[in-house]
Nanobody
């Protein structure tokens, strides 16, 4: 069974940091791009970051690239989203998702970035990040 499980969310004060984890099972990262999306209360889902498991090519949306980074550990089959200098507006459920790099889509590259959410067919259940004083 192909599965993603997020963890690491929680309550944090403005200016704080968190590391979100995305654990993959049933498949190996080197054939997939792993992305992070988030959805805040009353907001549309938005893309955050992307990383390719085969070569580590990474992309972070401009809106958060000065504060968020993504990394992977293929040996552990894990992808991480590192959040720092958190703001109230970062409050959201954060989801990781996977799409096959053999789909032909230029995941995590330049203009393409994350691409649309429909390109990803494996989704986790999400982890809540709440930024509050």
């Amino acid at each position: 069974q192909l599965q993603l499980v997020e963890s690491g969310g929680g309550l944090v004060q403005p200016g704080g940091s968190l590391r979100l984890s995305c654990a993959a099972s049933g498949f190996t990262l080197d054939s997939y791009a792993i992305v992070w999306f988030r959805q805040g209360p009353g907001k549309e889902r938005e893309g955050v970051s992307c990383i390719r498991g085969n070569d580590g090519t990474a992309y972070v949306e401009n809106s958060v690239k000065d504060r968020f980074t993504t990394s992977r550990d293929n040996a552990k089959n894990m992808v991480y989203l590192h959040l720092k200098s958190l703001k109230l507006e970062d409050t959201a459920v954060y989801y990781c998702a996977a799409g096959s790099i053999f789909s032909g889509r230029p995941f995590c590259e330049g203009e393409y970035g994350l691409g649309p959410a429909r390109e990803y067919n494996i989704w986790g259940q999400g982890t809540q990040v709440t930024v509050s004083s």
